[in-house]
């Protein structure tokens, strides 16, 4: 995964599932967490009876891992998807809401983490008291929008926490001085998940787009807005101007084109009419002389410093300038129109059911086919968690993290470091120049297991006892957080996820893999199982992380975090060769059949990178810890055989054809299916263990095998 700057921007979930973490709790809570799959992973590691060997692993792997639970698993009803990683997440979810509710009794002062957290909960849980309100907490924003009399009123309603703009900024490092904060910006405002949801004109976008100016249409009407149909479609169309303005996502991902540092006075000429400035001091960034834009319409020698081609220019929008004339040009009307839409879909979870259920039956159902609505106590606890995440996550901790768990993560991140090592002193198409500063930046790797030092208390953020309140308020403290940044010393110590978060991250700023307690249970992470699923499984994510710093963006980034070109011209043409068959590999991955959306090479190329460097490490890191004795056999399977096969179990996902097809648009990661396949086919470990041969469905041929790192 990554982070803003290209690694906040796109810190999206890497997935998971498990269950070792209660045992150490069983003796101070015996409440019962449930899980629409079982939570099972057999003796040493591996659940055998969600296999399927009647299927060749040879012709597809992920079935021979996972066959019998794809076969029988059905979907719930209130998801979209899911597998080993909603599963973990669905324990994750459980015991915070034992914290949330141990909490609640007993009866905090509502002015401490403990108390904020209690009554952000129960708000939010108070569906009757929401409902009785109707739209009343909504109107003082709504009149706020409706104040709006100039381009400059609009500016300032723009840059207000709890209202859309297509100007999205946020305070992060410098990409090219790390030990910088600075305020960066980029397009946002969308409703809809990309730009190519706008422009596409299959059958299905068509409809989508039709279902959702019903949804627009119906806010407005909520809002009062008389000629709310009218106004709907004007909005749509401001929108898809905005999104032909915006940037492919595969394209954008390359940070040589997306670092854009420019003067105040060059963004305010760029702005044209727009305000600028008065945008900047609304959001408490009235004195920055610099920063980062991330859409400025690139040079042609920018384009080829990246590696682009023009069709890959052609993907991308007017950006900026195009944006600001955009919003200058378009009358005050529909800006209104927009923003109210906009406040009533990204609030309607505190606002009356009617609201809460539309927003629910477009986004949930017609976007990602979930036929039911997730219980509200579960929206409640991920609302808590977004709001108070790290008063929650010390209490987890506390709890659920046994120190056992640390140290060991801690050995198996040494040992996958030790494994990269000589990784690196093997690549045959890596000169010498390139690969002592590629140690250098592994070298400075610094990991981060379990939990920050130090915990958010959250002193200035005020809760009481409305749903909408609270929501705009947690929206507010968490930008002051943000903005007050500018002028201070990079803490490097900060941590981006908290610690009951099912996921893991690369940093290229701070050079830190990072890896929350949630994520280390099984199948990831188990301390009792057998080493080869360790390794496959927990290992394969490490090693996913650490070739984060070394996939086709986080490789432009040095040990230090610096944004600059540290690879000799040759290594880096051999380096492009090898992402690049590796993105051709991936390109002909199309689950849902011809004409439909096939996995985007491009796109999801740092995160295959990852996968498959991850797992080549982990592998390497597994052989080197068995010190040139054989492992053992466990049930007829080989040590080899039960390392890969941790790395299937650990990609069992099942997922519905609406969220598929969203995914492949808009998700930087392969599905989980081809997660489990795709390295695989790579590794001639595989084909050893498995008996894989040319005959069979997954096979490439030895030369069209890729190996990175």
Same mark, same amino acid.
């Given at each position: 995964?990554?982070?803003?700057?290209?690694?906040?921007?796109?810190?999206?979930?890497?997935?998971?599932?498990?269950?070792?973490?209660?045992?150490?709790?069983?003796?101070?809570?015996?409440?019962?967490?449930? =899980?629409?799959?079982?939570?099972?992973?057999?003796?040493?590691?591996?659940?055998? =009876?969600?296999?399927?060997?009647?299927?060749?692993?040879?012709?597809?792997?992920?079935?021979?891992?996972?066959?019998?639970?794809?076969?029988?698993?059905?979907?719930?009803?209130?998801?979209?998807?899911?597998?080993?990683?909603?599963?973990?997440?669905? @324990?994750? +979810?459980?015991?915070?809401?034992?914290?949330?509710?141990?909490?609640?009794?007993?009866?905090?002062?509502?002015?401490?983490?403990?108390?904020?957290?209690?009554?952000?909960?129960?708000?939010?849980?108070?569906?009757?008291?929401?409902?009785?309100?109707?739209?009343?907490?909504?109107?003082?924003?709504?009149? @706020?929008?409706?104040?709006?009399?100039?381009?400059?009123?609009?500016?300032?309603?723009?840059?207000?926490?709890?209202?859309?703009?297509?100007?999205?900024?946020?305070?992060?490092?410098?990409?090219?001085?790390?030990?910088?904060?600075?305020?960066?910006?980029?397009?946002?405002?969308?409703?809809?998940? *990309?730009?190519?949801?706008?422009?596409?004109?299959?059958?299905?976008?068509?409809?989508?787009?039709?279902?959702?100016?019903?949804?627009?249409?119906?806010?407005?009407? +909520?809002?009062?807005?008389?000629?709310?149909?009218? @106004?709907?479609?004007?909005?749509?169309?401001?929108?898809?101007?905005?999104?032909?303005?915006?940037?492919?996502?595969?394209?954008?991902?390359?940070?040589?084109?997306?670092?854009?540092?420019?003067?105040? @006075?060059?963004?305010?000429?760029?702005?044209?009419?727009?305000?600028?400035?008065?945008?900047?001091?609304?959001?408490?960034?009235?004195?920055?002389?610099?920063?980062?834009?991330?859409?400025?319409?690139?040079?042609?020698?920018?384009?080829?410093?990246?590696?682009?081609?023009?069709? *890959?220019? &052609?993907?991308?929008?007017?950006?900026?300038?195009?944006?600001?004339?955009?919003?200058?040009?378009?009358?005050?009307?529909?800006?209104?129109?927009?923003?109210?839409?906009?406040?009533?879909?990204?609030?309607?979870?505190?606002?009356?059911?009617?609201?809460?259920?539309?927003?629910?039956?477009?986004?949930?159902?017609?976007?990602? %086919?979930?036929?039911?609505?997730?219980?509200?106590?579960?929206?409640?606890?991920?609302?808590?968690?977004?709001?108070?995440?790290?008063?929650?996550?010390?209490?987890?901790?506390?709890?659920?993290?046994?120190?056992?768990?640390?140290?060991?993560?801690?050995?198996?991140?040494?040992?996958?470091?030790?494994?990269?090592?000589?990784?690196?002193?093997?690549?045959?198409?890596?000169?010498?120049?390139?690969?002592?500063?590629?140690?250098?930046?592994? *070298?400075?790797?610094?990991?981060?297991?379990?939990?920050?030092?130090?915990?958010?208390?959250?002193?200035?953020?005020?809760?009481?006892?409305?749903?909408?309140?609270? &929501?705009?308020?947690?929206? &507010?403290?968490?930008?002051?957080?943000?903005?007050?940044?500018?002028?201070?010393?990079?803490?490097?110590?900060?941590?981006?996820?908290?610690?009951?978060?099912?996921?893991?991250?690369?940093?290229?700023?701070?050079?830190?893999?990072?890896?929350?307690?949630?994520?280390?249970?099984?199948?990831?992470?188990?301390?009792?199982?057998?080493?080869?699923?360790?390794? %496959?499984?927990?290992?394969?994510?490490?090693?996913?992380?650490?070739?984060?710093?070394?996939?086709?963006? %986080?490789?432009?980034?040095?040990?230090?975090?610096?944004?600059?070109?540290?690879?000799?011209?040759?290594?880096?043409?051999?380096?492009?060769?090898?992402?690049?068959?590796? &993105?051709? +590999?991936?390109?002909?991955?199309?689950?849902?059949?011809?004409?439909?959306?096939?996995?985007?090479?491009?796109?999801?190329?740092?995160?295959?990178?990852?996968?498959?460097?991850?797992?080549?490490?982990?592998?390497?890191?597994?052989?080197?810890?068995?010190?040139?004795?054989?492992?053992?056999?466990?049930?007829?399977?080989?040590?080899? +055989?039960?390392?890969?096969?941790?790395?299937?179990?650990?990609?069992?996902?099942?997922?519905?054809?609406?969220?598929?097809?969203?995914?492949?648009?808009?998700?930087?990661?392969?599905?989980?299916?081809?997660?489990?396949?795709?390295?695989?086919?790579?590794?001639?470990?595989?084909?050893?263990?498995? %008996?894989?041969?040319?005959?069979?469905?997954?096979?490439?041929?030895?030369?069209?095998?890729?190996?990175?790192?």
């Amino acid at each position: 995964m990554a982070m803003k700057s290209n690694f906040l921007k796109s810190l999206l979930l890497l997935g998971a599932a498990g269950s070792l973490a209660l045992a150490s709790a069983s003796a101070q809570d015996e409440r019962v967490i449930e =899980t629409a799959s079982p939570d099972y992973w057999g003796d040493w590691g591996i659940d055998l =009876t969600a296999m399927d060997k009647t299927v060749d692993p040879g012709d597809d792997f992920f079935l021979y891992a996972n066959g019998t639970w794809f076969k029988e698993f059905e979907i719930p009803s209130d998801r979209s998807s899911y597998g080993a990683f909603h599963l973990l997440g669905e @324990k994750s +979810q459980q015991q915070t809401k034992f914290i949330i509710e141990d909490l609640a009794a007993e009866m905090p002062d509502a002015k401490t983490p403990s108390g904020k957290v209690a009554s952000f909960y129960n708000a939010f849980m108070d569906v009757d008291a929401i409902n009785e309100k109707g739209m009343a907490p909504a109107e003082p924003y709504l009149k @706020k929008i409706d104040s709006i009399r100039n381009l400059k009123s609009l500016a300032k309603v723009f840059g207000q926490p709890g209202y859309s703009s297509p100007f999205t900024a946020f305070v992060f490092t410098d990409d090219k001085d790390p030990d910088t904060y600075i305020l960066q910006m980029f397009i946002g405002g969308l409703g809809l998940p *990309d730009r190519e949801y706008y422009t596409k004109d299959d059958e299905t976008s068509v409809e989508l787009r039709e279902k959702y100016v019903s949804l627009l249409t119906f806010m407005l009407e +909520q809002a009062g807005e008389e000629d709310a149909a009218s @106004k709907a479609a004007d909005v749509m169309a401001l929108e898809t101007k905005i999104a032909k303005a915006d940037w492919d996502r595969a394209v954008s991902r390359n940070a040589e084109i997306t670092y854009n540092k420019l003067e105040v @006075k060059d963004f305010e000429d760029m702005a044209d009419d727009f305000p600028v400035k008065t945008f900047l001091k609304e959001i408490g960034a009235g004195k920055v002389k610099n920063l980062l834009v991330t859409e400025i319409p690139p040079t042609d020698e920018e384009l080829d410093a990246a590696g682009l081609t023009a069709e *890959d220019a &052609a993907k991308l929008g007017g950006g900026y300038p195009e944006v600001f004339q955009i919003t200058a040009d378009t009358d005050l009307d529909t800006w209104k129109a927009y923003l109210k839409a906009h406040f009533l879909i990204d609030h309607a979870s505190v606002l009356p059911s009617e609201i809460d259920e539309a927003v629910f039956e477009f986004f949930g159902t017609a976007l990602r %086919g979930t036929p039911e609505q997730r219980p509200r106590w579960k929206r409640a606890v991920s609302a808590t968690e977004n709001a108070l995440g790290e008063a929650i996550g010390a209490a987890y901790v506390e709890r659920y993290f046994p120190p056992e768990n640390k140290a060991a993560m801690d050995e198996l991140v040494a040992n996958l470091r030790t494994a990269m090592h000589a990784n690196l002193e093997d690549l045959e198409w890596m000169g010498e120049e390139t690969r002592v500063l590629a140690k250098d930046k592994l *070298d400075k790797f610094n990991p981060k297991v379990g939990y920050p030092d130090e915990f958010e208390t959250y002193a200035s953020m005020k809760v009481t006892d409305d749903a909408l309140s609270n &929501a705009i308020s947690a929206s &507010a403290f968490g930008w002051k957080e943000n903005i007050e940044r500018l002028g201070k010393d990079v803490d490097k110590n900060e941590w981006f996820m908290t610690p009951q978060t099912v996921n893991a991250y690369y940093n290229p700023a701070f050079n830190e893999i990072v890896f929350p307690a949630a994520i280390l249970q099984p199948p990831f992470f188990n301390i009792s199982a057998d080493p080869a699923v360790n390794y %496959g499984a927990i290992g394969g994510v490490i090693g996913h992380e650490m070739g984060h710093g070394f996939d086709d963006q %986080g490789s432009k980034y040095d040990g230090d975090g610096v944004l600059r070109n540290w690879w000799s011209e040759e290594d880096l043409a051999a380096f492009r060769d090898l992402t690049s068959a590796l &993105a051709a +590999q991936y390109d002909e991955f199309c689950p849902l059949g011809e004409g439909e959306p096939c996995v985007n090479g491009k796109l999801s190329l740092g995160e295959n990178i990852g996968d498959l460097g991850g797992l080549s490490l982990a592998y390497r890191a597994y052989k080197l810890s068995l010190d040139g004795e054989e492992a053992p056999v466990i049930d007829g399977f080989t040590g080899d +055989q039960r390392f890969f096969m941790a790395w299937g179990q650990v990609w069992r996902t099942k997922v519905r054809d609406e969220a598929m097809r969203t995914h492949l648009l808009t998700g930087p990661h392969s599905p989980g299916y081809f997660r489990a396949n795709g390295p695989v086919r790579n590794m001639d470990a595989w084909y050893n263990a498995f %008996g894989v041969t040319e005959d069979d469905d997954l096979y490439l041929p030895p030369e069209e095998r890729v190996s990175i790192w």
